[in-house]
């Protein structure tokens, strides 16, 4: 699988939302070029009416298409260009296609909750964590929430499976009283002092959830 294919797996491509990015259609194709690394190489990528992303690199020195950064053991300069193009890339997911990342029913309902409350899209930007979705607030960039798909056995050693979960960030007083209840968990991958993981199974109530999603957006608020 390549990168282009491992990034859009999850992503259904919107054709609107292309043009809106400043893709060009050309016959059956949509064109998009951007500078990187100070304007020494270009990115160029196209999508077909299959929904096929293909990108390449340029080398703009001496105008000739750089292949280097494909090399997955590449190192250095190499995997720096490779991490600008995957930039350019997730970008491109994030503001032109619809993640359907995660199978729970509670989730997708808090998610577009999120959605038509905060009009936040969720940001997948690791490679590595696929099914990891990050909510920022667009002012301020801060997280508030972060939605994940993880071994049931991150969270209680006797269970087995996967389990899709959010993060969010509460005041210390209260993760600790929550943490006394079922479907709360000590935050997982984050601070857990101030940060708390809950289970998206239906434990606990979609309202309440979205008041504590509405705690966590707080601290994201830029301050005067």
Same mark, same amino acid.
């Given at each position: ?17 292309? #043009?809106?990015?400043g893709f060009k259609k050309d016959k059956t194709l ?16 196209? /999508? ?27 190192? +250095? ?36 909750? /999120?959605?038509?409350?905060?009009k936040d899209n969720p940001s997948f930007e690791w ?11 667009? !002012? ?18 006797? #269970?087995? +499976? ?10 210390? !007083?209260? /993760?600790? !009283?929550?943490?006394?209840?079922? +479907? ?13 993981? /809950?289970k998206l199974n239906n434990t606990i109530k979609d ?6 999603? !509405? ?10």
């Open positions: 699988m390549n990168i282009e294919e491992e990034l859009f797996k999850n992503a259904k491509l919107n054709f609107k939302n292309l #043009s809106k990015y949509y064109k998009y070029s951007k500078n990187i690394m100070n304007d020494t190489f270009r990115v160029d990528i196209e /999508i077909n009416n299959q929904k096929i992303v293909r990108g390449k690199v340029y080398d703009l020195a001496f105008d000739e298409e750089y292949t280097n950064f494909r090399i997955e053991s590449a190192c +250095g300069f190499i995997e720096q260009v490779r991490e600008e193009f995957k930039k350019v890339l997730i970008d491109i997911r994030n503001n032109c296609c619809t993640i359907e990342a995660f199978k729970y029913p509670q989730t997708n309902r808090i998610i577009k909750a /999120i959605q038509t409350k905060y490679e590595k964590f696929p099914l990891f979705a990050v909510f920022k607030n667009k !002012d301020s960039q801060k997280w508030y929430a972060l939605i994940m798909n993880i071994a049931q056995n991150k969270l209680d050693k006797k #269970s087995r +499976g996967e389990v899709e979960v959010i993060n969010l960030k509460l005041k210390p !007083d209260e /993760i600790e !009283d929550l943490l006394k209840q079922k +479907g709360f968990y000590p935050a997982y991958h984050m601070n857990k002092k101030n940060w708390i993981t /809950i309202e309440k959830i979205m008041k504590m999603i !509405d705690e966590s957006y707080a601290y994201t608020i830029p301050k005067n």
